[in-house]
């Protein structure tokens, strides 16, 4: 079945400091990736449409200088948190759209970032 | 704005008992599904409905979706601790599209 690889799993990092999480599609092809936010006892929370060779599209209330979003190719995108503060402490989760099995979403094993 | 009202949020019940998870929206969606998802890991998909008024069964697990696509059930029948978790439903307006989240539904089920 589809599968979608994401990384790292958990992450510690210093506040003020960047980190780069990786989602790829294992055995097919993305052209549109989301990325949630999940805080603990609560639902996903759409941050941002990730699509190939195209910016990413933001959901409002979402600062696109602080998230930054590569998708550069059919298998890869990537979530960059810039400048990291304690308050970006939480679940990343990436989902991707597998067009060849009706438009599936696949969802990533997420990723925990604390920032201390 | 939520789009996908999902209600109860927390559910606390015996083993055996049977519960209703719902879904309610006023927008019209292409599809719906419905997943599960344990502490740390990212949501498994149990169902996708696509058809208005379907219904699909997963062994005690039966899901509904509304006859105008803008609502849907998960119900539970002989609630079992290994049911526990955190289910969530999502749907998506148009296919392949931006997937929005309820805002999940906490089951617990005490032996």
């Known amino acids: 079945g589809a599968v979608v690889s994401q990384h790292p799993s958990w992450v510690i990092c210093k506040s003020g400091t960047s980190v780069k999480i990786e989602c790829r599609s294992l055995?097919?092809?993305?052209?549109?990736m989301f990325w949630y936010r999940q805080f603990p006892k609560q639902s996903l929370m759409l941050m941002a449409t990730s699509n190939e060779g195209s910016k990413a599209t933001y959901e409002q209330g979402v600062e696109k200088d602080k998230f930054l979003i590569n998708h550069a190719s059919l298998t890869l995108s990537t979530l960059t948190v810039t400048s990291a503060h304690p308050e970006d402490s939480s679940f990343y989760i990436c989902?991707?759209?597998?067009?060849?099995?009706?438009?599936?979403?696949?969802f990533g094993s997420g990723t925990r970032l604390t920032v201390v | 704005t939520q789009l996908l009202e999902q209600s109860p949020q927390f559910l606390s019940i015996q083993e055996g008992e049977n519960l209703t998870v719902y879904c309610n929206s006023s927008?019209?969606?292409?599809?719906l599904q419905w997943y599960r998802q344990e502490p740390g890991e990212g949501p498994v998909l149990l169902v996708t409905v696509v058809t208005g008024g379907e219904v699909k069964k997963l062994k005690r697990l039966t899901f509904q979706f509304g006859d105008a696509r803008k609502d849907s059930s998960l119900h539970i029948t002989a609630a079992q601790p290994g049911d526990t978790g955190l289910y969530l439903c999502a749907g998506a307006r148009n296919q392949g599209g931006k997937l929005i989240f309820g805002q999940g539904t906490e089951l617990s089920v005490k032996p």
């Open positions: 055995d097919f092809q993305a052209t549109t």
């Open positions: 989902s991707a759209v597998n067009v060849g099995v009706n438009y599936g979403y696949t």
């Open positions: 927008s019209v969606f292409s599809s």
